[in-house]
């Protein structure tokens, strides 16, 4: 028994630094939001009640929902292809895939939205090289829209679903896999019956912090949606910078970061202890 309490207050200690600055940098800072959603322009719940009257905030938040789970679906897609090529391919088709994995690491955020505009407006390079071919006799619309904004995300957010997938994949047992394929199982079979099953955790993971972060985006939404698809970050930047509305703004904010704690507290505890049985 005193063994057991020392540890823990081995282990209280050691965490303390950390605790103590994460009240000071994120939870301070949060409360004084808080704050703000309850007493700006005036006391009350008035801003909580605009998000639930106001079309606007309703209409950002259902597209905010709507991009975030097609971007979550798109980059667990292809970042799952992606990781099995890293993970079980040969040699030099690992060395490619990781080189495909980090070098985006090493760009930033920005120069990567601006990138794509450079790609997929009017008169990028893509639009104008189908027109040269005859391809097309009009530009496309792939920038300033919801489609640029898919495409950026997506982009930007592959890398990220890549390690939880790898993770999962290289603690799969292979014999798993001999047994099935010499219980006569086709190669597609085992994939999609044993190693699809078996990698859940990964997907999962993968997906979870996919669509956190997409919550979160600013930058690339801003730049490739041209201002005609805001999500919520931005709307909270408007509300607070332009409008100003900080009092909205901060309930926006409030909602969102109450939205991320319960979609994890509820993929904690209803999905870990399945994956455990």
């Not at 679906?73 to 391919?89: C, D, M, P």
């Not at 080189?99 to 920005?110: M, R, T």
Request: some cysteine; glycine content about 8%.
């Amino acid at each position: 028994m005193m063994r057991h309490l020392s540890n823990w207050r081995g282990a209280a200690l050691t965490m303390a630094p950390l605790l103590l600055f994460l009240a000071v940098a994120y939870l301070w800072p949060f409360l004084g939001v808080v704050k703000w959603s309850f007493t700006l322009p005036e006391p009350g719940l008035g801003q909580y009640g605009a998000l639930l009257t106001d079309p606007l905030v309703q209409s950002v938040f259902i597209r905010t929902l709507r991009l975030c789970l097609i971007v979550t679906i798109v980059s667990v897609v292809a970042a799952y292809a992606i990781t099995v090529v890293w993970v079980r391919g040969t040699p030099t088709q690992r060395m490619l895939a990781e080189f495909c994995i980090l070098v985006p690491f090493w760009i930033s955020v920005l120069t990567r939205a601006f990138g794509w505009v450079a790609l997929l407006s009017n008169r990028g390079l893509i639009n104008t090289w189908l027109q040269s071919i005859g391809f097309i006799s009009e530009p496309l619309a792939l920038v300033r829209n919801e489609l640029g904004v898919i495409i950026g995300m997506t982009h930007f957010l592959i890398p990220f679903a890549v390690f939880p997938l790898a993770s999962a994949m290289r603690n799969l047992d292979d014999r798993v896999l001999l047994a099935a394929r010499g219980m006569g199982a086709s190669r597609t079979r085992t994939f999609w019956s044993v190693f699809v099953p078996m990698t859940m955790s990964g997907i999962i993971g993968s997906a979870l912090i996919v669509f956190v972060f997409a919550l979160g985006f600013f930058v690339t939404p801003a730049i490739l949606g041209g201002g005609r698809s805001v999500m919520v970050a931005e709307l909270v930047y408007l509300r607070i910078f332009q409008s100003p509305d900080w009092g909205l703004g901060s309930a926006i904010s409030v909602v969102l970061v109450l939205f991320v704690g319960a979609l994890m507290a509820l993929l904690f505890r209803y999905v870990r202890p399945r994956q455990m049985v």
